[in-house]
């Protein structure tokens, strides 16, 4: 039995794949317009600390709101920018945004580290890692609140090179992670070579707990190699009492899902978040050296 995964799903030849074309030219045009008239805005969705509850961070999650085409899924936009070069530009706004929210955030005393996606264009950009500095320097952020989500795809480019970058973040002080993690080809050895912080557990993997074998045995796995490597681990779309009940069982930090929260608008996310905090609330304690 096959089953569909995101980011390494099996697909098949589909002719609308044609027409599509037109489509995302038409989608392209409509965002490069959108994002100048304020259409984009940040979700953010709680992490909280499986065993305790606790908050540990939020991750920014991108909306648009489009004056003809209404709310336009990530799932289907975020693709897009990312064929077109677009995603250059709005992951830039996505985390000049991320960065100035967590920065309100700690003037009202919710210190907490913001997660910010970033697309494996926008990592490829010639001066990225400057541009993350310059961003946290212009906003006043220390970059220990900072955390960038990156996908296995980034691997797909000259390690070496790859390593480089992610070990000149890390030095920053930004924390690094590993989105979607599971569903890339790439090898499991890399991780040991990188300089990362955490690993989130795909959803597909979370999915079907507890009672698919073969999944429980991946995301046991992973937990494992987390643990092994002295790596932070969070499991992506929690939903039930009984995955949340699972990770805890096999050890897993920490978790984000429709089971404490979906992502919210900012104001939103501060309502939940009181009382939730951790206590200190330090990324630090969450960092392995
Ligand atoms: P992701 O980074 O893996 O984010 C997790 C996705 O799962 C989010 O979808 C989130 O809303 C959804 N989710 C969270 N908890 C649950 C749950 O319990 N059940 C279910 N069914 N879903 C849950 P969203 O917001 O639609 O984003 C989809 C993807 O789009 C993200 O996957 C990420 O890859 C991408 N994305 C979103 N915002 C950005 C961004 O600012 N920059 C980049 N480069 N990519 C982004
Ligand atoms: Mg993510
Ligand atoms: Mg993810
Ligand atoms: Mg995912």
Not at 31 to 38: I, N
Not at 115 to 135: I, K, T, W
Not at 263 to 276: D, I, K, S, T, Y
Request: contains cysteine; proline residues 4%; aromatic residues 6%.
């Amino acid at each position: 039995r096959v089953k569909q995964r995101r980011g390494g799903d099996v697909r098949f030849y589909q002719p609308q794949m044609n027409i599509d074309r037109l489509a995302r030219m038409k989608l392209d045009h409509a965002m490069r317009r959108a994002l100048p008239q304020g259409r984009f805005s940040l979700h953010y969705q709680p992490q909280l600390d499986l065993r305790s509850g606790a908050l540990v961070g939020a991750e920014a999650l991108c909306r648009w709101h489009d004056t003809e085409l209404g709310m336009v899924s990530p799932g289907h936009f975020i693709p897009v920018a990312e064929e077109t070069g677009f995603i250059a530009e709005l992951g830039d706004w996505v985390l000049r945004e991320a960065v100035a929210q967590a920065v309100r955030w700690q003037a009202q005393g919710l210190r907490l580290p913001v997660s910010v996606n970033v697309s494996v264009l926008q990592f490829q950009q010639p001066g990225f890692v400057q541009r993350v500095a310059e961003v946290l320097a212009h906003a006043g952020l220390e970059a220990r609140w900072l955390e960038l989500e990156l996908t296995e795809s980034i691997l797909a480019d000259d390690l070496t090179q790859v390593q480089g970058q992610l070990q000149a973040l890390a030095e920053l002080g930004v924390t690094l992670s590993i989105d979607d993690f599971g569903t890339g080809y790439a090898s499991l050895s890399y991780v040991r070579h990188l300089s990362i912080h955490r690993l989130k557990i795909d959803r597909s993997f979370i999915q079907h707990l507890p009672g698919d074998a073969g999944d429980a045995a991946i995301a046991r796995t992973i937990v494992d190699l987390a643990l092994a490597l002295g790596l932070r681990v969070i499991a992506e779309g929690v939903e039930t009492e009984a995955q949340h009940a699972h990770l805890a069982g096999i050890g897993c930090h920490d978790f984000q899902g429709f089971l404490c929260s979906p992502a919210v608008p900012a104001a939103q996310f501060e309502a939940l978040a009181r009382g939730r905090l951790a206590a200190p609330a330090d990324p630090g304690t969450r960092r392995i050296a």
